[in-house]
T-cell receptor
Framework: NAGVTQTPKFQVLKTGQSMTLQCAQD?????MSWYRQDPGMGLRLIHY???????DQGEVPNGYNVSRSTTEDFPLRLLSAAPSQTSVYFC?????????FGPGTRLTVL | AQTVTQSQPEMSVQEAETVTLSCTYD???????LFWYKQPPSRQMILVIR??????QNATENRFSVNFQKAAKSFSLKISDSQLGDAAMYFC?????????????FGKGITLSVRP
């Protein structure tokens, strides 16, 4: 049982580049979400999805896009990377009550 | 909107001693969940313990227990017999009970160090 997987683990981008952070879960959870973690800020919600075809914005959605075509996958797209998007990104999925997190992606934007 | 406050950015404990990490939250809801997550240097977010607001009994998981004071909106984590492996960042989190789209709100975290 893999749980929640994320790729890549590390990424360096130049300002203006685009990329997709991949997230997949094998627990058949309807709810999935993306967070970013910055020093002294805790984890902040970027986007979330309550099922295939349904997404909504969280606390800090600007500069990010998501889509949910299947229950398993919930990719996060950075359209034009900015240094302010340097952060650690976590994907999570939720069962009945408990949220499970992926291992995180450390993204640096130069 | 719900808020979660962890006012202590850092704490330190002697190995084998007991330490309590504080957390307060603000909500007008009566149905909700509270969580403590541990984040070791590996970066993985690990669920330590959870508490349902409707349960009066404090949750316990081995050496970890909570002191849930609903009226005071306080949710502290007690770690007994501290071990070197307990050194990590700990996050308190809140989630409302209703709705498929209820969100998890985190505090800013506290860094716990364990002295050998």
């Amino acid at each position: 049982n893999a749980g929640v997987t994320q790729t890549p683990k590390f990424q360096v981008l130049k300002t203006g580049q685009s990329m997709t952070l991949q997230c997949a879960q094998d627990m058949n959870h309807e709810y999935m979400s993306w967070y970013r973690q910055d020093p002294g800020m805790g984890l902040r919600l970027i986007h979330y999805s309550v099922g295939a075809g349904i997404t909504d914005q969280g606390e800090v959605p600007n500069g990010y896009n998501v889509s949910r075509s299947t229950t398993e996958d919930f990719p996060l797209r950075l359209l034009s990377a900015a240094p302010s998007q340097t952060s650690v990104y976590f994907c999570a999925s939720r069962g009945l009550d408990t949220q499970y997190f992926g291992p995180g992606t450390r993204l640096t934007v130069l | 909107a719900q808020t979660v406050t962890q006012s202590q950015p850092e704490m330190s404990v002697q190995e084998a001693e007991t330490v309590t990490l504080s957390c307060t939250y603000d909500t007008s809801e009566s149905d909700y969940y509270l969580f403590w997550y541990k984040q070791p240097p590996s970066r993985q977010m690990i669920l330590v313990i959870r508490q349902e607001a409707y349960k009066q009994q404090n949750a316990t998981e081995n050496r970890f227990s909570v002191n849930f004071q609903k009226a005071a909106k306080s949710f502290s984590l007690k770690i007994s017999d501290s071990q070197l492996g307990d050194a990590a960042m700990y996050f308190c989190a809140y989630r409302s009970g209703g709705g498929a789209n209820s969100k998890l709100t985190f505090g800013k975290g506290i860094t716990l160090s364990v002295r050998p």
